[in-house]
């Protein structure tokens, strides 16, 4: 049996919504603007977007408010650049209840344990708000990443949709079709606040030993 990528679900999903004559409703997870960029200017053209932005695990509050205003200004530009009518979601920010549960795992290296438990935090979050809100889609930028393990990303955030029979997942691998490098160009171009280190204050101190 053919095993299909989380990128080529993703074309074939794609090809489905642009045989509809509307665009479907998407929550997307976005941890910051550096991330959302590319995917944003990708999805825009099939999906009526709005952004949820949950992100307590960054820290300190100043970075996470630094991170959401970035993200947008960027958003108003693509905006205001094609027409478009993206939205965006702010959760308040609730760090202490974050590290209660990422400090049991406080000393693994990113990419490990503590971060798919950070991911499933915040996809638990986005698939409930978007369940209740009726939205159509969810899915995440963070698949771009180059720290981020995609297949994980896919496997926990499509295992919580799964749980809500109006929601479909949208399966994601933004780091194909060259997305690294055109993300960076679109950093570089529009001279975006672009941070050093993930997020959680573990990560500052795994950026610091580096
Ligand atoms: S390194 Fe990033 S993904 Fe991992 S726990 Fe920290 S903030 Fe979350």
Same mark, same amino acid.
């Given at each position: 049996?053919?095993?299909?990528?989380? $990128?080529?679900?993703?074309?074939?999903?794609? #090809?489905?919504?642009?045989?509809?004559?509307?665009?479907?409703?998407?929550l997307l997870h976005s =941890? =910051?603007?550096?991330?959302?960029?590319?995917?944003?200017?990708?999805?825009? @053209? $099939?999906? !009526?977007?709005t952004i949820f932005y949950n %992100?307590?695990?960054?820290?300190?509050?100043? #970075?996470?408010?630094?991170?959401?205003?970035?993200?947008?200004?960027? *958003?108003?530009?693509?905006?205001?650049?094609? @027409?478009?009518?993206?939205?965006i979601i702010k959760q308040?920010? @609730?760090?202490?209840?974050?590290?209660?549960?990422?400090?049991?795992?406080? @000393? !693994?290296?990113?990419?490990? *344990?503590? =971060?798919?438990?950070?991911?499933?935090?915040r996809?638990?979050e986005l =698939?409930?708000y978007a369940?209740? %809100?009726?939205? #159509?889609?969810v899915?995440?930028?963070?698949?771009?990443?180059?720290?981020?393990?995609?297949?994980?990303?896919?496997?926990?955030?499509?295992?919580?949709?799964?749980?809500?029979?109006?929601?479909?997942?949208?399966?994601? %691998?933004?780091?194909? !079709?060259?997305?690294?490098?055109?993300?960076?160009?679109?950093?570089?171009?529009?001279?975006?606040?672009?941070?050093?280190?993930?997020?959680?204050?573990?990560?500052?101190? #795994?950026?610091?030993?580096?």
């Amino acid at each position: 049996m053919r095993v299909f990528t989380n $990128y080529q679900k993703f074309l074939k999903q794609i #090809e489905e919504v642009k045989k509809l004559d509307y665009k479907p409703s998407l929550l997307l997870h976005s =941890c =910051c603007a550096p991330c959302s960029c590319y995917p944003l200017l990708i999805l825009k @053209d $099939y999906f !009526d977007i709005t952004i949820f932005y949950n %992100n307590s695990n960054i820290y300190p509050e100043s #970075e996470f408010e630094l991170r959401y205003d970035t993200l947008c200004e960027y *958003v108003n530009k693509i905006n205001n650049e094609y @027409d478009s009518n993206i939205k965006i979601i702010k959760q308040s920010y @609730d760090n202490e209840s974050f590290n209660a549960i990422l400090e049991k795992r406080k @000393d !693994d290296k990113e990419g490990k *344990v503590r =971060c798919f438990m950070c991911y499933s935090l915040r996809y638990k979050e986005l =698939c409930e708000y978007a369940s209740k %809100n009726n939205f #159509e889609y969810v899915c995440s930028v963070m698949t771009i990443s180059r720290q981020k393990n995609e297949e994980m990303i896919n496997k926990i955030l499509e295992g919580y949709a799964s749980k809500y029979n109006n929601l479909t997942y949208l399966y994601s %691998n933004f780091k194909k !079709d060259k997305g690294l490098e055109k993300a960076q160009q679109i950093i570089k171009e529009t001279k975006m606040y672009s941070q050093n280190y993930c997020g959680c204050k573990f990560s500052i101190r #795994e950026n610091i030993e580096h």
